[in-house]
């Protein structure tokens, strides 16, 4: 049967050359029945970026045309860079005059121009974009005295939106609004559109909220249609189904978690057997409720990922579901697939099982709970779980073997410090605290991250369809960039020796220094995003060959689709149409579960920082004592001991002229020869905060 494969297989020839539109149908000998397929194909593979047509209306792959499909992420400069679908192609330079009216995170087609050397970006040309990120943009209003615009919020959004009068809303100069782009950019001209929501002024009691859902293009509530559904499905556990799987009700299990969550997605038991543990995760089968091409499994793609905005939750699946039957809900039997894995004392696995299961958990747990126990040894705690007291110690037991087996191969653990914002009724913020990973919130980590190279490894090896998590080593530009700051500090990574161990013995070294944030940053921005892919590419930053998302299908949908996987595996229902159906389907949820997380993490990154710039507000024209965090030629920020950071000019520091050493990363006086270098202990002033775009200035005391 004729398929978009069939076409480009036949385009991938060497032999190949550009054809016109009959003689492609001619070299492909199809019948006359073949004829409106072939036409609907074509159009399908041009228009989504797979082939190319030439102005000599001939087709050919983009590859072979020295063309390349992927997202452009725009700068604020006005600049962009194209993020290549094609792995091992390099990120391709776009001046602003080659955008040719792209806009940030379109999905577009980019011919390279030329490569200045071979540890640089090549440059190129956007030709056409193939689907527009951005429907609607968030922004705010500007009326001048000839033209009326909107001004979006996203700096990396650089075209104004031009608007015309509208009857129905009340406008202000100065009003957060939401626009619909009609009309797109291009060399000569803005995009067009209409305001479709007014929000009213930053600062109002949950504006700042819908911003940023609208801002990010996030999915506040289900269509009626997907609700009807997950109440359909979300039937209490069947006699019938529990017969088909392992019972394992009467093993002693829990939930650990955090105090406020409701979705419960992963249970851990633990037993100390002949040689080492057994350690048992155990994950929700949320496959068996959300079933493949479902409105549910169709809205949840489209999500992507649970998103959790301090106080409020996008879920990627309905609460009847996420909060619901696919919760870990204590006292109550629930469907599962789980991971029991025998490890030994160094923290190999040497035998494990992969097995649907139903399972009854004892109990759920809290991190505070649970480090209380194994860190304080609180004996008021022991006792009040004193069935489950010793199966804590013993899983921090292992946890401490498993997470030393993992540095052992050069594993980065990355200690940043986290922000946590307490807000009241009315979602404002009354305290920003720097937050803690406890032994519990860090044991449920390894045994999670286990459980993910375990069941990688085993699909790797069943040689099925499948979405690896994938951390690309750093190399090219990236690593030329670090290397300059590393070697004011006496450090040197050479590409060839780009190992995990060799970063790892940095951060080891530097660790507890003045400058540890600044460079464990810089190593960090170094490194390529994670991402979603259907190859095994490995994840650097674990230093793991194999590695995929398993634990939490209730809010990532690679996980749900790495379920669906085991489950067709373990049933006997993986024949040959349905790999190659899932094969053929895995680069597009890869591509659409990475893009939605990104989005995701931006908005709740961007949400903690409008929360901090409110929070900050009332204290301005007070002192604080801070730590200087990273030095610019403009100035260095500093950040407070609750996390909060903001810029010190260099303007405002009056007694001397100052310039920017690039190389030591410090500011010099050009007369008293004053140093501010990262690390450094200043006090401050605070001066001004601007929550609009969660900025806050300091001056020097």
């Known amino acids: 049967m004729l398929n978009k494969e069939t076409i480009i297989e036949y385009m991938r020839q060497e032999s190949y050359r550009p054809l016109s539109y009959n003689d492609l149908h001619e070299a492909l000998q199809l019948t006359d029945e073949d004829h409106a397929r072939f036409s609907e194909l074509i159009g399908k593979l041009e228009k989504e970026g797979d082939i190319v047509r030439t102005r000599r209306d001939k087709y050919g792959l983009p590859e072979m045309m020295n063309i390349h499909r992927g997202m452009i992420k725009l700068s604020q400069r006005g600049y962009g860079i194209l993020v290549p679908d094609q792995i091992g192609v390099p990120e391709i330079f776009v001046y602003g005059r080659n955008l040719n009216g792209a806009m940030h995170e379109d999905r577009v087609l980019v011919r390279i121009h030329e490569r200045a050397s071979a540890d640089q970006r090549p440059e190129g040309e956007v030709i056409r974009a193939i689907t527009r990120a951005n429907q609607e943009l968030v922004g705010t209003f500007e009326k001048g005295k000839h033209a009326m615009q909107v001004i979006p919020d996203d700096p990396r959004q650089i075209y104004p939106i031009n608007v015309k009068p509208s009857s129905k809303l009340k406008l202000k100069n100065g009003d957060k609004v939401l626009v619909r782009i009609n009309s797109w950019p291009d060399k000569n001209k803005y995009p067009e559109g209409t305001i479709t929501e007014v929000f009213g002024r930053q600062g109002q009691p949950g504006v700042e909220m819908q911003i940023v859902i609208k801002k990010h293009g996030l999915k506040e509530h289900f269509p009626a249609a997907v609700v009807d559904e997950a109440r359909h ?51 929700a089968d949320v496959s068996h409720y959300v079933r493949e091409d479902s409105k549910l499994d169709k809205e949840a793609l489209a999500r992507g990922t649970s998103v959790y905005l301090i106080d409020k939750v996008l879920p990627m699946l309905p609460t009847e579901l996420s909060n619901g039957i696919c919760s870990l809900t204590a006292g109550q039997d629930r469907l599962a697939i789980t ?14 099982d992969i097995f649907k299961s139903v399972i009854h958990i004892n109990e759920r747990m809290t991190y505070t709970a649970v480090n209380k126990i194994i860190t304080d040894n609180d004996s008021e705690m022991k006792e009040r779980y004193r069935d489950l007291a010793e199966d804590f110690l013993l899983m921090k037991e292992l946890a401490d073997i498993i997470r ?141 060959k194999y590695y995929c998302h398993f634990t939490s299908p209730i809010r990532r949908y690679p996980d749900l689709i790495v379920h669906r996987v085991i489950s067709l595996v373990l049933e006997g229902r993986m024949n040959g149409k349905k790999k190659s159906s899932l094969e053929a389907r895995m680069g597009k949820y890869g591509e659409q579960s990475t893009l939605q997380e990104a989005k995701a993490e931006e908005a709740e990154r961007e949400l903690v ?76 002033q605070l001066v001004s905060v601007d929550v609009d775009a969660a900025k806050i200035d300091f001056e020097l005391v």
């Not at 540890?516 to 490995?538: C, D, F, T």
Request: charged share 30%; aromatic share 10%.
């Open 609 to 684: 920082d409008i929360k901090k710039a409110q929070y900050m507000q009332q204290f301005i024209g007070q002192e604080f004592d801070a730590r200087i965090s990273s030095v610019l030629s403009f100035g260095f920020f500093v950040e407070l001991p609750n996390t909060v950071e903001g810029l010190v000019h260099i303007s405002t520091i009056a007694d001397d002229y100052y310039e920017f050493n690039d190389r030591a990363y410090t500011l010099i006086g050009t007369h008293t020869g004053r140093k501010f270098s990262i690390g450094d202990q200043v006090q401050v």
């Open 404 to 544: 030393q087996e993992r540095n052992s191969r050069g594993a980065l653990d990355f200690d940043f410090p986290e922000s946590k914002v307490i807000v009241d009724e009315n979602s404002f913020p009354v305290e920003i605290k720097r937050f803690e990973r406890g032994a519990g919130e860090m044991l449920i980590e390894d045994f999670m991250i286990k459980a993910n190279e375990t069941v990688a490894e085993y699909m790797y090896w069943q040689e099925m369809p499948l979405l690896y998590r994938v951390h690309e080593k750093p190399e090219g530009e990236s690593l030329a960039k670090l290397n300059k700051v590393l070697g004011v500090f006496g450090y040197k990574i050479s590409e060839n020796k780009a190992e995990p161990f060799v970063f790892q013995k940095i951060l080891k070294e530097i660790k507890g220094s003045p400058e540890e944030n600044v460079i464990s940053l810089l190593v960090l921005r170094s490194m390529k995003h994670a991402r979603y892919l259907p190859q095994e590419l490995g994840h650097f930053g674990l230093a793991s």
């Open 339 to 352: 991971c029991m894995m025998d490890i030994d004392n160094k923290g190999k696995v040497f035998k494990h």
């Open 233 to 283: 499905v979300a039937q209490p556990v069947s006699q019938e189904e529990i017969e088909k799987r392992h019972d394992l009700r009467d093993l002693r299990m829990v939930t650990i978690d955090g105090e406020d969550a409701k979705d419960l997605d992963d249970a851990v038991s633990i037993e100390k057997i002949t040689g080492g543990y057994r350690l048992g995760v155990h994950i």
